[in-house]
């Protein structure tokens, strides 16, 4: 069992920056691979980004994302965080981490545990 608590979302306005953190309690946070997904008012939550157990690979949703967020992670702190950076009205969503005891994935079910969410608003 682990526990994820995430926080440094906010308000900011478009083109600024967040650095999101994501706190792994319970199991090492090692064992699992990590992801990011965000669920804007009436949406689906979509997959933001995912990082292996290691750190050494690291999936995005699209060019658009990499190109301005960041994920990375340090197990010896059993955190994960998610630089984001250029930030647009439309990331304005909730952005949750999850853990993944298989393999990282872009897909939802493959991960077994969720964060409650942190709320990011970026105005126009």
């Known amino acids: 069992q682990v526990q994820l608590v995430e926080s440094g979302g906010g308000w900011v306005q478009a083109g600024g920056s967040l650095r999101l953190s994501c706190a792994a309690s319970?199991?090492?946070?090692?064992?699992?691979?990590m992801g990011w997904f965000r669920q804007a008012p009436g949406k689906e939550r979509d997959f933001v980004a995912a990082?292996?157990?290691?750190?050494?690979?690291?999936?995005y949703a699209d060019s658009a994302v990499e190109g301005r967020f960041t994920i990375s992670r340090d197990n010896a702190k059993n955190t994960v965080y998610l630089q984001m950076n250029s930030l647009k009205p439309e990331d304005t969503a909730v952005y949750y981490c999850?853990?993944?005891?298989?393999?990282?994935?872009?897909?939802?079910?493959?991960?077994?545990?969720w964060g409650q969410g942190t709320q990011v608003t970026v105005s126009s």
């Open positions: 990082i292996s157990r290691a750190g050494t690979i690291r999936y």
């Open positions: 319970g199991r090492t946070n090692s064992n699992y691979a």
């Open positions: 999850a853990a993944s005891n298989a393999i990282m994935s872009r897909e939802r079910d493959q991960y077994d545990y």
